[in-house]
């Protein structure tokens, strides 16, 4: 498993996921918009075999 932890947003997770990473942690992206609207959007972008971590005042939620 191949993780990337810090700055992820729309514009740079789909070069991660085809550089080789299979999951992302994701907090100020996320958590600081609508998180709902952010994930779907993320999703989106990456494909339904895609696990986001996101991190929000230090609890992990997991979207896959």
């Known amino acids: ?12 997770i789909k070069k991660i996921k085809e550089a080789g990473a299979s999951m992302s942690v994701i907090g100020s992206y996320i958590t600081n918009n609508d998180i709902n609207e952010k994930v779907r959007e993320l999703k989106d972008i990456t494909s339904e075999e895609w696990w986001i971590v996101i991190l929000f005042n230090l609890k992990f939620f997991l979207c896959f």
Do not use: E, K, L
Not at 1 to 12: A, L, R
């Open 1 to 12: 498993v191949i993780s990337v932890d810090g700055g992820i947003n729309n514009i740079n």
